[in-house]
């Protein structure tokens, strides 16, 4: 008799897992690159060197949630279709070499670009019933003999009312858009 008993309870709870439309599927987003076009003639373009991005340990796939100064955590379901430094390193290649006055260079003469992604997340809103996103950028350029040229943090930070993975790509898209702009302007007074 137990047995029957266990078999029946066993029974209707896989019929209520398999009633409930199965495990969750795992949702993939991705960052849109910057918009923009050359909006003058490239006069005297200024070869530049850019590096390999790094990222901090980590940024990879999973969507990341920062809950307190010190504390991250991990969306299980929502996952970056690359990982977010590859997005950054496009947006830079996009906004310096196809739309900036740079041209790329391999060559050890030409000042070169190291980039790091710091962060790449949602971060509470400071505003009560608001979500938020940042996206940190340090940006070391350097001359030939190993001089520092510029070393800046770039931060942008977007809140919104919208806490929905879906919102958090959009937001970040802007955020990227922003300090890849930003970080081209630096550079572009930093260098002579």
Request: aromatic content about 4%.
């Amino acid at each position: 008799m137990r047995n029957v008993l266990a078999a029946g309870i066993l029974l209707t709870l896989g019929c209520a897992c398999l009633a409930g439309g199965g495990p969750a599927s795992i949702r993939h987003y991705s960052v849109t690159p910057p918009a923009g076009e050359r909006e003058s003639p490239p006069a005297a373009r200024r070869e530049l060197r850019l590096r390999d991005a790094r990222a901090a340990g980590h940024l990879r796939e999973r969507m990341a949630r920062r809950t307190s100064a010190l504390t991250l955590e991990f969306l299980e379901l929502h996952r970056w279709s690359e990982p977010p430094i590859a997005y950054v390193e496009r947006a830079l290649a996009r906004t310096l070499f196809e739309v900036g006055d740079f041209t790329r260079s391999e060559a050890h003469a030409a000042p070169s670009l190291d980039v790091e992604l710091l962060a790449f997340e949602r971060v509470p809103g400071a505003t009560p019933g608001l979500a938020g996103v940042r996206l940190v950028l340090v940006l070391r350029l350097t001359d030939a003999e190993g001089r520092s040229l510029l070393d800046r943090t770039v931060e942008q930070r977007i809140e919104h009312a919208d806490g929905s993975p879906e919102a958090e790509a959009r937001h970040l898209s802007l955020c990227l858009e922003r300090a890849v702009s930003e970080a081209a302007r630096a550079m572009d007074e930093a260098l002579p």
